[in-house]
Nanobody, 128 residues
């Protein structure tokens, strides 16, 4: 069993930065790929970024590429999302999630259906 708790959201002006954190519990965290997703009001949940178990492979949605950076610290059981040059369209609830597939895989998934555990989310609001 894995539990995830996101933090670091808040209100920021366009062009600003935020760093989201995701604290995980459970023994399998360090062997699994992790992802960040977001959901804006009235919209479907969308993929933001993912990182492999070792941190050696990352992938980003085109909308955040070059502005967001995903990282992890397996010793601390933490995953981070550094968000720079924020835009009003980045406003959403951000969720971290654990990839439920094979352990120690360098493959990262963009599909929410492959993620088995989700946090409660943290709100990010970017004002114009």
């Amino acid at each position: 069993q894995v539990q995830l708790v996101e933090s670091g959201g808040g209100l920021v002006q366009a062009g600003g930065s935020l760093r989201l954190s995701c604290a995980a519990s459970g023994r399998t965290f360090s062997s699994k790929s992790m992802g960040w997703f977001r959901q804006a009001p009235g919209k479907e949940r969308e993929f933001v970024a993912a990182i492999s178990w070792s941190g050696g492979n990352t992938y980003y949605a085109d909308s955040v590429k070059g502005r967001f950076t995903i990282s992890r610290d397996n010793g601390k059981k933490m995953v981070y999302l550094q968000m720079n040059s924020l835009k009003p369209e980045d406003t959403a609830v951000y969720y971290c999630a654990v990839d439920n597939r094979a352990s120690y895989s360098d493959y990262v998934s963009l599909e929410g259906s492959t993620y088995g555990y989700w946090g409660q989310g943290t709100q990010v609001t970017v004002s114009s």
